[in-house]
């Protein structure tokens, strides 16, 4: 599926919101926090559809349209300690542990080598 088609899935949310459908029915949505060029992510996905895959697609969806679409050069996320069902899906989008704090891990993904977007970088 496309982002444009999670977008439309999602309706009525804004720009940086996509919804998770399964069979129709929205299961969870990933959501970019706008601080352009960087951006944070979130994400959830209902209790009985997890472990399906459902959030890793998402966020490999998201991170192309940011890199692609919205020229990012990086995105940010956290993850609760002892949640390594989120932190698996960020590990599985290359995502690398940056800080570790009281509560939560950091994580971080440049969207490319140089850590600018491709728009940044072809302009090089």
């Known amino acids: 599926m496309s ?4 977008r439309d899935e999602l309706g009525g949310g804004s720009d940086l919101d996509f919804g998770l459908r399964l069979d129709g029915t929205l299961v969870g949505r990933v959501r970019l ?3 352009h060029p960087r ?3 979130g994400y959830w996905v209902a209790q009985p559809h997890t472990g399906r895959g459902l959030a890793a697609a998402g966020v490999r969806a998201v991170i192309g349209h940011t890199r692609d679409a919205l020229g990012g050069s990086d995105i940010l996320a956290g993850v609760s300690l002892g949640n390594v069902a989120s932190a698996r899906v960020l ?3 290359e995502f ?3 800080a570790v704090f009281g509560t ?3 994580f971080h993904l440049p969207l490319n080598d140089l850590g600018l977007s491709s728009v940044a970088a072809a302009q090089l």
């Open 3 to 6: 982002v444009q088609q999670w």
């Open 33 to 35: 926090i706008d601080h």
């Open 39 to 41: 951006y944070g992510l």
């Open 91 to 93: 590990r599985r989008n």
């Open 96 to 98: 690398r542990s940056v």
């Open 104 to 106: 939560y891990e950091r």
